[in-house]
């Protein structure tokens, strides 16, 4: 995998003190977006946002330390991109969560005003995509900081017949400790558990007591996380999905996961907007979709 010059990254679109680029582990192009509300760092390799630092907070998102930064593997932690698939694919030969976090992005703009600054990243189909996944397609992926951290993933179908993909952000958010943090929001919501196979409805707050991977359709597309340990609530709005998956692989997963520390789980949950099979998402050709994301942090 070839990855760009970074001198010329900076002169063509680096800004200083606002926008900056650096090779990361195993060369992976980074950069760095700031303004006046915080940083994050993202990796043009999978289009994935690795750090979301706010002013005056600890780091948002959880990163393993047995991430594998290395070309044609997923970065464990952060917020990956999961496309044109989430989760499995009916075909068990590809890779999971889709091949959209595991190729590198090209780099179409940067911009920023007093209080914004925004990253345009794209990816289109190519013979590579095309072995695995017959269509013509392009892909935008907005990144900017503003008083949030914002995302924005539009597919546009550029085939000449139609299809149907599914799709999430999968962020990886740290916790001092998961027996402390709660999800509010979701009272009331039904849920699919993947790891009972049983349907159940959310009675009051979430909390992580096992192996979770749960599917709920929320009433209001939002959800926020609240941690008492590091005294912070992180509050999630989302839109051009209908679900919203909560995992977190406890004991024993976590010891299966090899670029995952047995005891991290105790750190991180991930709380998901996707578009799963049940709300999958066909476009025409011609038309186009867009996941959104905004993630705002506020100290309790």
Avoid at 246 to 262: E, H, Q, V, Y
Wanted: glycine share 8%; proline share 7%; hydrophobic share 40%.
């Amino acid at each position: 995998m070839n990855f760009p010059d970074i001198a010329i990254l900076n002169r063509r679109f680096g800004a200083p003190g606002r926008i900056a680029f650096r090779s990361g582990q195993a060369g992976l192009p980074i950069v760095a977006l700031v303004n006046p509300y915080g940083s994050c760092e993202v990796s043009l390799y999978g289009g994935h946002v690795l750090d979301y630092r706010p002013t005056g907070h600890l780091p948002v998102l959880f990163t393993s330390k047995q991430a594998v930064y290395e070309p044609g593997k997923p970065i464990r932690g952060g917020i990956p991109v999961c496309w044109p698939w989430f989760g499995p694919c009916q075909d068990k030969a590809q890779p999971q969560h889709g091949f959209a976090r595991t190729l590198q992005w090209g780099l179409q703009a940067t911009e920023y005003t007093a209080d914004v600054t925004e990253l345009r990243l794209t990816l289109s189909d190519s013979e590579q995509t095309r072995r695995t996944w017959p269509y013509a397609f392009d892909l935008t992926l907005r990144i900017w900081l503003d008083q949030s951290l914002n995302l924005a993933l539009t597919t546009v179908n550029r085939d000449t017949r139609s299809f149907t993909l599914t799709q999430a952000f999968h962020p990886y958010f740290r916790v001092r400790q998961i027996m402390d943090a709660t999800v509010h929001g979701l009272d009331n919501a039904p849920y699919s558990d993947l790891v009972t196979g049983l349907t159940a409805t959310q009675k009051g707050l979430v909390n992580i007591r096992s192996e979770t991977d749960r599917v709920y359709t929320p009433a209001e597309l939002a959800c926020v996380l609240h941690d008492p340990a590091i005294g912070r609530a992180i509050a999630l709005t989302y839109s051009g999905a209908k679900r919203l998956v909560i995992w977190n692989p406890w004991i024993d997963k976590a010891r299966t996961l090899s670029d995952f520390g047995d005891d991290e789980y105790t750190r991180m949950l991930c709380i998901e907007p996707a578009n799963t099979a049940d709300d999958a998402v066909t476009l025409a050709p011609g038309e186009q979709h867009t996941l959104s994301l905004a993630i705002q942090a506020r100290l309790t």
